[in-house]
């Protein structure tokens, strides 16, 4: 039987629509949620994300800002932005969007976004929260994945997760998560990332398989365990004449053949993209209101031990 798809717009939408409610509340207390994207550069899938950014948050309620800076800005005057930024009170988060021009240093901006203010969770201090299992922001998009699970009632616990990918902002921060001592995780995890050898001998064990390598539709229904649970975070755009723009988007799972195979799986889009976004709309609500990594999972399935996932 074909995988069930997992909806992640309308998932995505009752979270929205909950923080919505949220949004009010701190309103009428005075306090208007804000915050700052910093987009360097022209790249075109970045640049149609910080739209759908700016989108969801003026339909919650949050104020944003978009500053813009042309791909030549130094690494240096960049991170004065930033700091200017971290001192401003009318931004409760700040995010830098991704990928930043090859002179200047991820690591070092995210650095220099003030801790509280970091609702993409990629500060070094943020990091090492989330690896000591401290409340603290979670990235968007491997805390939309937790909550995708939450929400269909697939409890990672015992099962084996691999997670093709091993980048900071999406399988790193994904594999600690899964791991923790907690409700919704506990799962035993491994990363696999391009020097793997044999993907397909590791991606065939996974009872839950994320593919999130940006490499369109690498992980085909061959390489899936029979009735495991697939998350696709994959967005890229292949060259598609029958469409007016030009392109048509698929993920890093080859959606047909997979479907056949799994019980549940992802849509590109309308899959993990919409959750992320929620996502950094809870980051940014949190930190206005001050409770940073806080507020209970989406789902309401996690535990006080788990709040830091949640
Ligand atoms: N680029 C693609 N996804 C993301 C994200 O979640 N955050 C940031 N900052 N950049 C991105």
Sequence with gaps: MA?????GKGIAQQIRRKIEGEVRSLRERGVIPGLAVVFVGENPASASYVRGKERACA??????????????????DLIEEIRRLNQDPSFHGILVQLPLPGHIDSGSVAEAVACEKDVDGLHPVNVGKLCLGQPT?????????????AHVGVDPEGKHAVIAGRSN???????????RKARGANATVTVCHSRTADLPSHTRQADILVAAMGQPEKIVGSMIKPDAVVIDVGVNRVADSSKKRGYRLVGDVHFESAREVASYITPVPGGVGPMTIAMLLRNTVDAAAGRIGRSMSEAGIHGPEAESCS
Aim: aromatic share 4%; net charge negative; proline share 6%.
């Design 59 to 76: 339909e919650v309620g949050i104020e944003t800002e978009t500053l813009r800076f042309a791909d030549t800005i130094s690494e240096g």
């Design 169 to 179: 902002i999406v399988g790193r921060p994904l594999a600690i998560l899964l791991s």
């Design 3 to 7: 995988a069930e798809i997992i909806d």
């Design 137 to 149: 922001f979670v990235p968007g998009t491997p805390r939309g994945i937790c909550e995708l699970l």
